[in-house]
């Protein structure tokens, strides 16, 4: 029994350990606004625009791989531990996610130097209670 409940909490704490993150816990990276320098306020419109639709495709990519790896983990934890070996938390999207939102950062910064008057809104983050 002791040696069941040890196995379950190393197992736990492994998965844990591996699971990925939601894409809106993976903070920015930083990225300099002197990268966007040269941009017109046009060209910031569009850049912001492409980096936009790839931080949206890869933030469902990030939060289909939180999903799965918390329906992994409940299953390694509950019913079958070597499903822990099924945890596969990517910290290659959720890097490229994290460059990504700095680079909207920075276009911002670069936007609001240039007077460009461009709006950059944030997600909402809806708290259920």
Do not use: H
């Amino acid at each position: 029994m002791k040696f069941r409940i040890l196995t379950v909490a190393i197992c736990g704490a492994l998965t844990l350990a591996g699971c990925a993150q939601k894409a809106e816990q993976i903070q920015p990276t930083y990225v300099s606004p002197l990268a966007y320098q040269s941009y017109s306020c046009k060209q910031i419109v569009q850049e912001a625009s492409r980096v936009s639709a790839r931080v949206g495709e890869i933030s469902g990519v990030q939060n289909k791989k939180a999903s799965d790896d918390a329906v992994a983990t409940g299953i390694a934890l509950v019913i079958f531990w070597p499903a822990a070996f099924f945890i596969k938390g990517d910290k290659q999207t959720a890097a490229e996610l994290g460059r990504l939102k700095g680079e909207l950062e920075a276009l911002e910064k670069t936007s609001i130097a240039r007077n460009c008057g461009i709006v950059f809104e944030r997600p909402t983050e809806v708290v259920v209670s």
